[in-house]
Every structure is written in structure tokens, then in C-alpha cells.
């Protein structure tokens, strides 16, 4: 509160609550910050900006559910050194079978579980190379993997990926890779991307890592896949349906880690003062009439470039 306040001085700021913010408060205000129901910005008639706390914006990008000519920002950067380290966490967790020595240990069960593999030297492909993407990618190539990026516009090759393609290329890619991870905003080219015939068209051994949107794999066709014996292991931060109800399937399966969609969110300091960081840049630039950065393209539900 003090940081934006400071930012601005003389711009009247109002300070509310999420439960306690009034309809006649969002009909008053020309700029809004935070993630307020989708539902609730049918209020929002002054509305000029609106600021995300989140990278996600798919839930804000419906036609007609900002006034027209409302800009929208993200806050996209926030997000990638926290959700990467996560990754890298669980891949390591996955590889080599540390989830369930400490199931074994919950049992007080010594037992050995079997061989693992090095994650250095592994192919490692990386769908989605937004702000998590990149972080993630850098981080797991130092650790001598090779690396394969996929994204959904053209560009040239990045240093921290071997090789890059476009989402076209991915039924190909991966059969290649060792762990497979997405990191993809929900889109309609994303709802269902892993289906049952790409989840067996990776290796058997395989290990694959969602953190952008649970839409982005057919829960299903997982469960199905994963009683087939197919896949080393998989780490789910988000899932769909989410929260992932208690009677669910997918939660015995004793080589999938399941994580209630906490990689990135207000557990991590730092990543809630990048957070602030954004936004206090944009209410800067919003009140002298400044461009503002991470402006979401309402089409696509991407940051826009």
C-alpha cells in the first residue's frame, strides 16, 4: 500500500479487500488492480485499466466483458524464477524416485526402489516459452540437458535451447524427450493438447510437468496412460478439473506428485515483490499517461509483443 501510494503521490487510491470491495467501488473506479471475478467487472463502466496480478489472463480476454478500449496488463516476469525452481525440483523428485522413499518412509518401509537416471544429459522439451519457459530452460541446460524449446510464433534461436520449433512440430518432438513440460496460458490451441494419443506418444520412461493451465491435458486420457504402465512419472501443479476433487482417480497413482497450484503464488516472497515491482511500474506510467508494459492481446490471451 505504502509502495503505491509513494509511486503516485496526489492519485486518489482506495484500498480494499477482494470480499469486501463494493459494486458502487468498481463502477466508480477508471483502473483496477487485482483479479476480481470475472463476474463482477459487468460493474466496471468507467473502466480504463485493468492490472492482473496473475500471468494468466484467458478468464479477462471474453468479448464484451471489459468496457471497449479497456487496456489489460499481466504480470508476466513474475512468475518464471519461482515456478522454474519448482520445476527443477520435481523433475529431480521424479527421476529419481524421491516421492516415494518418503511415501516409504510415511511406512517406515526401507526398501530400495529401483534404478534412476542422470537428468544430465537427458533431452528435455520445453512447451511454452513465456516468461516460465525461458527461466525453466536456462536453469535445466546448465545442468547439461538438451534442451528443445516449442512456441507458438516464429523467432530465432534463443542461447538457453538446442533446438527451436513451432507447436506444429510437437507430435515429432515428443518422441525425443526424456521429460516433457508445459508451460502454456489456457488458449483454444491449448485446451486438450495432451490427449491420450500424445501422452503414448511420449517414451515410455517419460516424465512430464504442467504448470501453466490443468486444460492443458485431458485428465482422463492420463489416468488411462498412466494404468497402462506408460510413463516414469508426471508433476502436476494445476489440474482440471481444480481443485482436483478427493474422490479423483488420479490421486493414486503413486508416481504422479500432485501440488495445489502453488509453484508461483503468495508462498514466495520474492515473487510477490516482483509482483508489486510490475504494478508499481504501471500505476507510474498509467498516471502520466506513460505506455504500459505487459499489455495482453485479448485475442490471443498472450502477452502482447
Given amino acids: 500500500r505504502a509502495r503505491l501510494a509513494a509511486a503516485v503521490p496526489g492519485t486518489e487510491l482506495t484500498f480494499v479487500g477482494m470480499k469486501k470491495v463494493t459494486d458502487q467501488q468498481i463502477a466508480r473506479a477508471d483502473a483496477i488492480i487485482g483479479n476480481l471475478p470475472p463476474e463482477r467487472l459487468k460493474h466496471a463502466v468507467n473502466l480504463n485499466w485493468l492490472q492482473l496480478s496473475s500471468s494468466g489472463a484467458d478468464k479477462y480476454c471474453a468479448p464484451g466483458l471489459l468496457p471497449a478500449g479497456t ?29 516415494k522413499y518418503r511415501d516409504n518412509q510415511k511406512n517406515r518401509l526401507w526398501r530400495d526402489e529401483g534404478p534412476v537416471r542422470p537428468i544430465a544429459d537427458s533431452t528435455v522439451l520445453v512447451v511454452g516459452l513465456g516468461d516460465i519457459g525461458r527461466a525453466f530452460a536456462s536453469r535445466i541446460k546448465a545442468m547439461g540437458c538438451h534442451v528443445i524449446g516449442v512456441k507458438r510464433t516464429p523467432s530465432e534461436k534463443p542461447d538457453y535451447v538446442d533446438e527451436l520449433y513451432l507447436m506444429d512440430s510437437l507430435d515429432t518432438l515428443l518422441k525425443r524427450a526424456d521429460v516433457v513440460t508445459l508451460s ?104 502520466s499517461g506513460k505506455p504500459l508494459e505487459n499489455l495482453v492481446d485479448f485475442h490471443t490471451g498472450y502477452k502482447a509483443h
Wanted: charged share 20%; hydrophobic share 45%; with cysteine.
Fill in 71 to 99: 487496456v489489460l496488463t499481466n504480470a508476466t516476469g513474475a512468475y518464471g524464477p519461482a515456478i522454474s525452481e519448482y520445476m527443477i525440483g520435481v523433475v529431480f523428485a521424479l527421476a529419481y524416485n524421491l516421492h
Fill in 184 to 287: 502454456l496460458p489456457r488458449a483454444p490451441e491449448t485446451d486438450g493438447l495432451m490427449d491420450e494419443a500424445r501422452l503414448l506418444a511420449m517414451k515410455k520412461d517419460a516424465i512430464l510437468v504442467n504448470v501453466g493451465r490443468g486444460s492443458a491435458v485431458r485428465t482422463e486420457d492420463l489416468c488411462r496412460v498412466l494404468a497402462s504402465g506408460h510413463l516414469k512419472g508426471c508433476a502436476l501443479d494445476v489440474t482440471d478439473p481444480e481443485p482436483l476433487p478427493p474422490e479423483h482417480p488420479l490421486w493414486a497413482f503413486d508416481r504422479v506428485m500432485i501440488t495445489p497450484h502453488i509453484s508461483g503464488g503468495n508462498n514466495v516472497r520474492e515473487t510477490v515483490e516482483r509482483v508489486q515491482a510490475v504494478v508499481t511500474r504501471n500505476l507510474r506510467a498509467y498516471v
